[in-house]
């Protein structure tokens, strides 16, 4: 198994048995998406319209609860420094992280969505969009995730500033999710805002792993 | 095989702070030096500076080979086997686990007897939530013997280790530098190597 591999099957491994990753992220994306429908009501058209938003939203903010623990428990503990110093780039570190979290909480969520869509009354064709939304967007929510976490990893409350870091970044991604769904409900294509959607998520994954290492370089330096 | 490390007038400083200045020692292969000094003269800050992780103020490192003359820091991170304050272990992993993926990790193939050799093979199925202060801390030496780097940095090497683990510490470091490696350990114990010191 190569060193990269070794690395995301490690926090694949830990995700899985500390409790706090995949398991946590899909409660609460469930319990936003369960609630909503009770708040608004039995207007079910309104509850399509808005259906795109909250399940885009719910799910960043699912994504979040885990993100500020991307670095942090190597870094607390010491495995990050020997981490750094394998024959693993710092960057193919952040990459695998990135990769492990989107995994344990990205794909679980975008797996759920159909399900929790029958609760917005969404027909087929947006239950789709969404769900290819959400399976083209949710690796930038990582990416972008990866950024803040690296950036507020020596902060004692890092988790907390966290959410004002990468929530405004995570607009785009929001924007052009729900606004997918919006454009396949007035029954027009989606396919333009999923274009979009894919170009900023090609562009985060890409760049992030670089803007990551480089901060994580900073606070491994102390 | 590295050959030596040479620090050149090196300096630090935290903040406002100057930890050390003009700072400079060589250590040979199959040699150790003993970092002394009180808390917060800079042991730490030194180990940290030549594994690549905080830059000189001033000065440089410079690891030699027979082949090459290393100075860039993070080439010279991958000659490196650290132990540092923390041990870099996971609750949740089971030991075996935990030093498989060091191993892995390095590009190294898993080596159970490393375990026998910390006196950890009863252990290797337990997860390591449950192993003593000692017992982390022997798991750290065998990851740093799987590691098979030429290089060691310790810090504080016999921290929460009994007399028994002290020894096998001690042990392994002889092994090291019989091999041609290098260790630089802050201690404020001897290392029991006849090695040199250097007192920040």
């Known amino acids: ?222 | 095989m590295i050959t030596s490390l040479t620090a050149e007038k090196l300096a630090c400083t935290r903040g406002d702070r100057k930890l050390f200045d003009t700072l400079s020692f060589r250590v040979s292969a199959g040699q150790a030096l003993a970092v002394e000094g009180a808390n917060g003269a800079g042991k730490t800050s030194l180990l940290r500076m030549i594994a690549g992780f905080l830059a000189p103020a001033a000065g440089r490192l410079v690891l030699k080979s027979a082949q090459a003359e290393i100075t860039d820091a993070e080439e010279r991170g991958k000659s490196v086997g650290w132990l540092g304050h923390h041990d870099g272990l996971k609750p949740q992993l089971t030991v075996r686990e935990q030093l498989d993926f060091f191993a892995r990790l390095y590009g190294r193939a898993p080596d159970p007897s490393a375990l026998e050799r910390v006196g950890l093979a009863r252990q290797a199925e337990l997860p390591c939530r449950y192993l003593s202060a000692g017992q982390r801390r022997r798991l750290a030496l065998a990851r740093l013997l799987v590691s098979e780097r030429p290089l060691w940095l310790l810090d504080e090497p016999f921290a929460a280790l009994d007399t028994a683990g002290q020894a096998l510490i001690a042990q392994a470091m002889a092994r090291h530098c019989g091999h041609g490696g290098i260790i630089i350990a802050a201690t404020h114990d001897p290392l029991g190597l006849g090695n040199e010191s250097l007192k920040l």
């Open chain 1, 1 to 222: 198994m190569s060193p990269f591999a070794t690395l995301l099957v490690r926090d694949l491994r830990l995700a899985a048995r500390s409790g706090g990753g995949a398991a946590l992220a899909l409660s609460f994306f469930a319990l936003v998406a369960t609630l909503v429908p009770l708040g608004v009501g039995a207007d079910l058209k309104l509850l399509a319209r808005v259906a795109g938003g909250v399940l885009w939203v719910a799910a960043v903010l699912s994504a979040l609860l885990s993100l500020d623990r991307l670095f942090q428990g190597d870094f607390e503990d010491g495995s990050l420094e020997v981490i750094a110093l394998s024959p693993l780039a710092l960057e193919a570190v952040a990459l695998a992280k990135i990769l492990a979290h989107w995994l344990s909480t990205g794909l679980p969520l975008t797996l759920l969505s159909p399900l929790l869509a029958l609760l917005f009354n969404l027909d087929a064709a947006p239950t789709l969009t969404l769900f290819l939304s959400l399976l083209i967007g949710t690796p930038a929510v990582s990416a972008v995730g990866a950024i803040g976490a690296s950036l507020t990893l020596s902060l004692k409350r890092g988790g907390l500033i966290l959410p004002l870091i990468i929530l405004p970044l995570l607009a785009p991604v929001v924007i052009f999710g729900a606004g997918a769904v919006a454009l396949v409900l007035d029954g027009m294509s989606g396919g333009g805002a999923l274009g979009l959607l894919a170009a900023f998520a090609f562009g985060a994954v890409l760049l992030s792993p670089f803007a990551a290492a480089a901060s994580v370089r900073l606070n491994l330096g102390g």
